[in-house]
């Protein structure tokens, strides 16, 4: 497996004045804090504007523990049923919205033709782990099975950015140890795989933009108290062997930058089909600031052109051969 490195002109110009527009790196360490936070939407001149192309509602998906918020995205040209990608956001397990990533998500069901479920998954403290976990398998599975009910042809991808990117490599781990039907291929963008990590990356950026530090508040709150399985931290997993094919995306200045090349290159060792691709100079959560990155941009399409192609249908037999 080889790393493709991708470089823009602006990558390094536009990060650095991104990370002083945001001031420096404010860890967490209170629920007051935390509820301040969530409570704080996202700005659009940052985030970006949605799609007006594609219409967004939003909606409950069943799951064990009850209902589950999600946003629905689909091109208002969309007639048919068609694939599903299930989406989830990131936020450290305590934070975050779908209603964040509303333009990621349009631009996504625009370039890949395909319907985005984003799935606004429980938060620690008030649910700590495995609830985020148990509510990304349910949604999977739903889609999997009732997909239809909202356009889906029971073709589903799952993909999601740190955290969320974390939540979905869980679930394809717990998925394909259970024997349980799983995502086409999976999608993760400078994904959470492990804590306490003690990477050249960690050293080197940890505080750029957050902190991976060990036994924060958040990791705390997430956690709380229990066993760190394979299925929290899938870095500890003993084999990768067996899971979907996956679209591994990092970041430069990213603490996360190694974990993302590690994980790749166990999957392609374990056998599994993986593209890892490293946005140089970007930071992480580059895809939450599209509105100021251009690294985001470009990540969308590398995204949209990897599912369209997962998706694309089989070559049928060439009528000129004779031969079926």
């Known amino acids: 497996m080889s790393t493709r490195v991708v470089t823009g002109p602006r990558f390094a110009a536009e990060t ?32 970006g504007h949605p799609d007006p192309a594609v219409h967004i509602a939003d909606l409950y998906l069943p799951a064990r523990h009850g209902p589950v918020g999600a946003r629905w995205y689909r091109h ?21 919205d779908a209603s964040d990533l509303d333009y990621v998500c349009t631009r996504l069901a625009h370039l890949a033709g395909l319907t985005v479920v984003s799935l606004n998954y429980r938060l620690a403290p008030e649910h700590p782990y495995p609830a985020a976990m148990l509510d990304t ?12 009910a909202i356009g889906g042809d029971g073709r589903v991808a799952a993909g999601g950015q740190s955290a969320g990117a974390a939540l979905v490599a869980g679930a394809c781990l717990l998925a394909r140890d259970h024997h349980l039907p799983s995502a086409a291929c999976q999608v ?9 990590q003690n990477t050249e990356s960690a050293r080197l950026f940890d505080g750029t933009f957050h902190s991976i530090k060990p036994g924060s508040w958040e990791e705390n709150q997430y956690l709380a108290g229990q066993p760190v399985t394979a299925y ?6 003993a084999s ?45 959560a580059f895809l939450n600031f599209c509105g100021a990155l251009s690294a985001g941009d470009h990540a969308i399409e590398l995204i949209a052109a990897t599912l369209a192609a ?12 004779g031969r079926s």
Do not use: K, N, Q
Not at 28 to 43: F, G, N, Q, V
Not at 137 to 148: K, N, P, V
Not at 242 to 263: C, E, F, K, N, S
């Open 232 to 237: 929290a931290a899938p870095l500890r997993a």
């Open 76 to 96: 208002h040209a969309a007639a048919s049923p068609g694939p599903v990608l299930l989406w989830l956001h990131g936020g450290g397990f305590t934070g975050g």
């Open 310 to 321: 997962t998706f694309a249908p089989a070559p049928g037999p060439d009528p000129a051969s």
């Open 188 to 196: 993760l963008c400078y994904p959470v795989l492990d804590f306490g």
């Open 16 to 47: 650095t004045a991104l990370l002083a527009r945001l001031g420096a790196d404010s860890p967490i360490s209170d629920y007051a804090t935390l509820l301040a936070a969530r409570a704080e939407p996202a700005d659009p001149d940052l985030a």
């Open 137 to 148: 398998c349910d949604a999977l599975h739903w889609l999997l099975d009732h997909g239809a």
């Open 240 to 284: 990768l062997a067996g899971l979907p094919p996956a679209l591994v995306i990092g970041a430069g200045r990213d603490p996360l930058r190694d974990d993302a090349r590690t994980y790749a290159a166990r999957l392609d060792t374990d056998g599994v089909d993986v593209t890892h691709v490293e946005y140089e100079a970007t930071m992480h």
